[in-house]
Nanobody
Framework: VQLVESGGGLVQAGGSLRLSCAASGRTFRNYAMGWFRQAPGKEREFVAT????????YYADSVKGRFTISRDNAKNTLYLQMNSLKPEDTAVYYC??????????????????WGQGTQVTVSS
């Protein structure tokens, strides 16, 4: 699976961005998909995950109620709608694909394929 993120940029606090992750290669719908982020000097952290087609979604507490993960299997694309952005959301955002379920999908080691990342910067 090849993954390419887009949609990052600079936004003021309180603003919104929508990230996209275009997938190609193996059957997209068979994989759990996740978003992770990494800020300078910090470890990569879980943001959200969407189980296989039609499956449940899970969010980190820090983004719950502000971010929404979704997928369009017809377009082989994963999305992350980010609203009410805060300066602490500033990071490189990565999408990932893996064969995991439930809480295992919170762990970045459960994913086999990664995109190159897209920078999100939120100014105060």
């Amino acid at each position: 699976v090849q993954l390419v993120e887009s949609g990052g940029g600079l936004v003021q606090a309180g603003g919104s961005l929508r990230l996209s992750c275009a997938a190609s290669g193996r059957t997209f719908r068979n994989y759990a998909m996740g978003w992770f982020r990494q800020a300078p000097g910090k470890e990569r952290e879980f943001v959200a995950t969407h189980a296989w087609s039609g499956g449940p979604t899970y969010y980190a507490d820090s983004v719950k109620g502000r971010f929404t993960i979704s997928r369009d299997n017809a377009k082989n694309t994963l999305y992350l709608q980010m609203n009410s952005l805060k300066p602490e959301d500033t990071a490189v955002y990565y999408c990932a694909a893996g064969r995991c379920s439930g809480s295992r999908c919170y762990d970045y080691s459960s994913y086999d394929y990664w995109g190159q990342g897209t920078q999100v910067t939120v100014s105060s």
